[in-house]
């Protein structure tokens, strides 16, 4: 287990990819963090199918942010 103060979460904005969107998710993994992306992308924007380029785009706008 990771000691306090130093867990690494995944970040990423929305906005990164759908300007102006002010959806902002994070996740303790990659995955879970694309899941909820992935999610959030058919519900909000109507997107049914991640194509290479969006997903490309996505997890260039990951951020790893450390608490
Ligand atoms: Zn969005």
Redesign the pocket.
């Known amino acids: 287990m990771p000691a306090p103060g130093t867990t690494t979460d995944k970040y990423i904005a ?1 906005a990164a ?2 300007p102006d ?1 002010p ?1 902002e998710a994070t996740a303790q993994t990659e995955e879970e963090l694309l899941k909820m992306v992935i999610a ?2 058919e519900h ?2 109507g997107i049914t199918e991640v194509t290479p380029e969006l997903a490309a785009k996505v997890k260039a706008a990951i951020q790893n942010r450390t608490q």
Do not use: I, N, W
Request: charged share 0%; with cysteine.
């Open positions: 929305c990819v759908v969107c959806f959030h992308a909000t924007h």
